[in-house]
């Protein structure tokens, strides 16, 4: 997947690759979900050629109604069994997003099935939610509903009808609005919901309870508003009622907008063009900053502009890049593939290290910061990964002994893995709260060469977290510095807007000069989503 065309590639608990929506949902609910929860088109067809080549049609002419739609009914119903949450129960709602557009050639056949499985499962079991445009006209500032309207008309042609439209709208839509797309799109007026554009992203869930979305979802599924309330909270109040429980998001919404102070990371990627491929990392850095009531500025630096040729081709642009890296006060290296702007975050990492600036390295952040140390520190000239240069002589990150060095697609060490933290008075093990072994999500093909690592511990970076086997190096960091720590996993899968990934939160505090401060308050080990509670 490129990052130029999908963004981020998300990777989920069991290596499952998706693109950042899968994050979004991840992120926004607390769930934890599998790459059946990524259904494509491309695994429905590989299903029912599949079966017709093993005669489960018994030689029947394979059409896409029925074979092909009830694949995708059948999927659904099967990856809607399965928990998605700590509880280990089977869910009780399964949330469908029908990606796309309606009249786009690929969404046809899915709404079809859609349309077919409401007529299996009953109109009591079925509730469809339809995102329509709602937009203004500069000029009048009159909103206009053609486009919602002609969307609900193709969505009818296709067999299928709105229990409730969310108007994507800049400003609330009023009560006339309502009324119109009430009655030329079929829908009771207290379904036509107003999804107007609000200061931050965690009003939605207080808009949408001020609309009673929730009821009128539980009324038409039979479902308990008690029970359905659990999903709502980030657990500051475990047995308050729906109404308290909202006001988790309420304390996140308004802390987003009464900040005390600001913290700016320069971000040093190969991607910044489009900041979409990072949006994980972006949001984990937002979250981390949350935490501490700090507003995060965010400086974009393409590392290939921090390299020397950029200084002979773009002068003014290599210039404003390094400002924005010196200017910053903390630095985040995030991962990549591939060559370009490599030596950029090779030179980041080795100014981040001498001028005792905050720094974390992930994946290839960790890899550019060990092929610096190697060459500042151990004088191994010309020392570098096997993925930049196959003939270096010092060769201190390698490829994976278990994958194939032809075949690219499916060939990394992907999902969660576990990493023991082998020094408990580590910055590491303090940053995890003192966890003895993590787990944390993986994409990569290159790893630290082993037999390098005691030249590396001897002068000072010490690989403070490796696999069960000390074979895989996880994490890294100096002793003699304020925050350089780097890791190879990709620690921003797992943060959560209330419980910010602990690397992050340790560089956020570093970078504003609390973290020995909140250590010692938190007794020497980070509590990672402790101010937040507080403030509950």
Known sequence: MSPFEHGEVYVLEDGGEADLDLGNYERFLDLTL??????????????VIKRERTGHYLGKTVQMVPHVTDAIQEWITDIASKPVDRSGLRPEVCLVELGGTVGDIESAVYLEAMQQFLFKVGRENFLMIHLGMVPVIGATGEPKTKPCQHSVKLLREAGLKPDILMCRSEVPVDEATRRKLSLFCQVAPEHVISMHDVSNLYQVPLLLAGQNVGSIICNHLGLSTSRVARSLSFGCQKDAMPTQRLADWKVLSDRTDSYTGNVTIALVGKYTGNPDAYASVVKALQHAALEVNLHLKL?????SMLEPNAQQQEPKKYEAAWSALKSAQGVLVPGGFGTRGIEGKVATAGYCRAAKKPYLGICVGLQTAVIEFARSELGWEGANSTEFDEATPHPVVEFLPEASSTVMGGTMRLGSRATIIRDPQSL????????????????HRYEVTASCVPAFEAKGLH???????AQRMELCELGDHPFFVACQFHPEFQSRPAKPGPLFLGLVLAATGQLEKRLEADGGVLKVGSGFQRAC
């Open 34 to 47: 599998t790459s059946g929860h990524s259904l494509t088109s491309g695994k429905v067809y590989e299903q």
């Open 463 to 469: 690989f403070t977290g490796q696999d069960d086997r």
């Open 299 to 303: 400086e974009w630096v393409d590392s």
């Open 428 to 443: 590491a093990c303090k940053l995890y709260g003192g966890k003895p072994v993590i787990y944390e999500r993986h994409r």
